[in-house]
């Protein structure tokens, strides 16, 4: 079943660690997107991807990085992982039509400490 | 820039009865789509309906219905039959029809409880 997957579902990790949170679809989408959302659920986008190695960093300044080295593959890296860090992760994907929903995967709750 | 705003953060009905949730957005283009998603706590965010600026005709997904009015700039959602399992976030969406890369903007959420 075509799909989109985020690991790890949840993490906790020290100040200062390196961290990668994975995101894959099965889908075929060029289009791939990372938010954080607030405590408050607001979403803030903070990367996205339209195709093979084109990333663009979104609307919220963010610390992280991306990469898109396959088209069903966009992980999210932060080097050095700091308690502001703490939230929640979601990964999206696209077809190219502009009426084309977005699909998210089922996020990942991220705690540093 | 687009924007799009809920202005009910919260909202609450009753099962079975009928409730609209609010979504006002501001633009300058005439082709876009709008969009609402469902975000179940603890779960993934799931698309609830889609409505073309360019279709006359509010979309409808069984209890759900939107009523667009363009010139108004407005894009409520209607939900009737409340069923407990509607409970959740929702957001409203847009997207520019006159560029292929532009990302989705969100509205900031209401969150809809129900009340058995």
């Known amino acids: 079943e075509a799909d989109i997957y985020q690991t790890p579902r949840y993490l906790v990790i020290g100040t200062g660690k390196k961290i990668t949170l994975e995101c894959s679809q099965t889908?075929?989408?060029?289009?791939m997107y990372w938010y954080q959302q607030d405590p408050g659920m607001e979403l803030h986008l903070i990367h996205y991807s339209y195709g093979v190695n084109s990333t663009e960093k979104g609307d919220l300044s963010s610390e992280s990085t991306v990469s898109r080295i396959r088209t069903e593959h966009f992980p999210l890296t932060l080097e050095s992982a700091r308690p502001s860090h703490t939230s929640q992760y979601l990964c999206a994907s696209s077809e190219t039509k502009l009426r084309a929903e977005s699909v998210f995967g089922q996020g990942t709750r991220l705690t540093v400490v | 820039a687009q924007t799009v705003t809920q202005s009910q953060p919260e909202m609450s009905v009753q099962e079975a009865e009928t409730v609209t949730l609010s979504c006002t957005y501001d633009?300058?283009?005439?082709?876009?789509?709008l969009f609402w998603y469902k975000q179940p706590p603890s779960r993934q965010m799931i698309l609830v309906i889609r409505?073309?600026?360019?279709?006359?005709q509010n979309a409808t997904e069984n209890r759900f219905s939107v009523n667009f009015q363009k010139a108004a700039k407005s894009f409520s959602l209607k939900i009737s039959d409340s069923q407990l399992g509607d409970a959740a976030m929702y957001f409203c969406?847009?997207?520019?029809?006159?560029?292929?890369?532009?990302?989705?903007?969100f509205g900031k959420g209401t969150r809809l409880s129900v009340i058995a």
């Open positions: 633009t300058s283009e005439s082709d876009y789509y």
């Open positions: 889908m075929g989408h060029d289009k």
């Open positions: 409505q073309e600026a360019y279709k006359q």
């Open positions: 969406a847009y997207r520019s029809a006159h560029s292929g890369n532009t990302p989705l903007v």
